[in-house]
């Protein structure tokens, strides 16, 4: 199973554009990436997939550079509302088995 | 409503009772999860089915006991919990194997007393 490594948190103001490194050194050939954006008591959200190159969606980007083994989510001009924890997932190539790690604390400031 | 309804959202249970968490989906999706997320704690991987066959159990207690009586519905059967098992349990699905896009339900806040 490839293994993530996220930043545990990161502040930010208002207005600013934000980008989230994920470290997945051991992502296997069929693998994709996901992320996703976590309000406290309320599940997961999706946001974003990607396999390779660049991705962008009415929410976010997602920057994945040849060798597959990092990924950079990006939000773009973030509000106090983007304030959650973001979680990087590589999938596995079995089953729909991901799991998730500690995810990124992200605190927007005014 | 993301198309993925948890009930209840709230459950209060003592350790010898007996209750049932619930989840529904309409998505078409083929696979179904259940997860565990303790306060400051990551995601916990309970149960997988895909296609209503158990496929992975997380080396979960047998005080947690899933049933998926078919794909649009996942049930966590709960008896003689203890109170380290107050969590938000969360139903996800997804269309199949090997792509991601989780669609998760709200959550059941149970607390054990």
């Known amino acids: 199973l490839a293994k993530t490594t996220q930043p545990i948190s990161m502040d930010s103001y208002e207005g600013q554009e934000v980008n989230i490194t994920c470290s997945h050194n051991n992502i296997a050939t069929n693998d994709y990436i996901t992320w996703y954006q976590q309000f406290p008591s309320q599940g997961p959200r999706f946001i974003i997939q990607?396999?390779?190159t660049k991705v962008t969606n009415e929410v976010a980007s997602l920057f994945i550079p040849a060798d597959r083994k990092s990924s950079t989510l990006s939000l773009p001009r973030v509000s106090l509302s983007d304030t959650a924890v973001y979680y990087c997932?590589?999938?596995?190539?079995?089953?729909?088995?991901?799991?998730f790690g500690s995810g990124t604390k992200l605190n927007v400031k005014p | 409503e993301t198309g993925v309804t948890q009930t209840p959202r709230h459950l209060v249970m003592g350790m010898t009772n007996k209750k049932s968490l619930k989840c529904e989906q309409h998505l078409g999706h083929n696979a179904m999860y259940w997860y565990k997320q303790s306060a400051k704690k990551p995601l916990e991987l309970m149960f997988v089915?895909?296609?209503?066959?158990?496929?992975e159990n997380n080396s979960v207690p047998s005080r947690f006991s899933p049933e998926c009586p078919n794909s649009s519905h996942l049930f966590l059967h709960l008896h003689t919990l203890q109170p380290e098992d107050s969590a938000l349990y969360l139903c996800?699905?997804?269309?199949?194997?090997?792509?991601?896009?989780?669609?998760f339900g709200s959550g059941t806040r149970l607390t054990v007393v």
């Open positions: 997932l590589v999938g596995d190539t079995n089953f729909n088995k991901f799991y």
């Open positions: 089915y895909s296609l209503e066959e158990r496929v």
């Open positions: 996800a699905s997804t269309p199949g194997r090997d792509r991601g896009g989780y669609t």
């Open positions: 990607g396999y390779k």
